[in-house]
């Protein structure tokens, strides 16, 4: 079990740009997603698919 008295962890002194990067990356794969998936309905809405 951890012993939080000795350990040498610092809350918040970790390096988190890359997970940053990684979470925008997958948000704006997710937006496009959701457009392009909004886009097709829309197309098929209109065309009486």
Do not use: C, P
Request: proline residues 0%; glycine residues 6%.
């Amino acid at each position: 079990m951890a012993d939080n008295e000795t350990s040498e962890y610092v809350h918040g002194s970790m390096d988190i740009r890359e997970q940053q990067k990684t979470f925008s990356g997958f948000l704006t794969f997710a937006s496009w997603v959701v457009v392009l998936s909004l886009g097709v309905l829309v197309f098929m809405a209109l065309s009486n698919a």
